[in-house]
């Protein structure tokens, strides 16, 4: 119901995301549920080997985890288009994508105080990155349903749409990003990343970047459709290999 996500589908995550990141034709991924509602989260009925394997011992949602890091790694733009209920797990896959979009219908919770469980430690993470410590505490401690407005308010939405035109203005948007230099795109996101990540040597990566922009075309094509007054017809796909 309302998109539950099954253990199954969980595992799923990685190898579909791998396909995608190297299509081509994929330049921006929008993320969304069937119907009326992104995800009412994790499905309960299997709730219990979503957080414990038996054959390992592990506990925490790791195939979550998986699924959530492997959605925040995807070199290309994501963004969450949410429509109707977006909570618990749902509420993980939205934070993972780089840009949420909600319609004024949209309800958010995360809710795992709900039923008696601790969340995931990667979506605990994302949710005080994406909202702050004190937003973060009270949605986990309360459990409460946010509507769309109050979701914006707290930080969990990029942009909100109206419910009657969201599908269109989704689309919209995913063109006007899609349009933008690939280069840019994984350039910036993978810095950004890097910048909130203790491990990552920023300057490496950054150094890295510049000299891929040397090998790129797409500097001279964006100046020179600039100088034009031209609509700007990028051609990077991926970084050079060596």
Known sequence: MRNAVTHAMWQQFMALLAVLAKD???????????????????????????????????????????????????PKPTIAAIDGYCVGGGWQIAGACDLRLASTRAVFGVTPAKIGIVY?????????????????????????????????????????????????????????????????????????????ASTADVAELYDRWQQEMVRSADAEIGIAAFLAKETPRFTWLKPLEG
Not at 40 to 63: C, V, Y
């Open 24 to 74: 081509s034709g994929v330049k921006v991924l929008v993320v969304r549920g069937v119907g009326e509602h992104f995800s009412a989260g994790a499905d309960i009925a299997s709730l219990k080997s979503i957080l414990h394997d038996p054959a390992t011992g592990h506990h925490g949602g790791l195939d979550i985890t998986a699924a959530e890091d492997a959605l925040a790694a995807f």
């Open 120 to 196: 995931p430690l990667s979506g605990i993470q994302r949710l005080v990155e994406i909202a702050g410590p004190a937003t973060a505490k009270y949605l986990l401690l309360t459990g409460d349903f946010v509507q769309a407005p109050e979701a914006l308010r707290l930080g969990l939405v990029t942009q909100l749409l109206p419910g009657e035109s969201f599908w269109d203005q989704v689309s919209d948007f995913a063109h006007h990003v899609a349009a933008r230099s690939q280069f840019s795109h994984q350039a910036h996101k993978e810095l950004v990343n890097a910048l909130g």
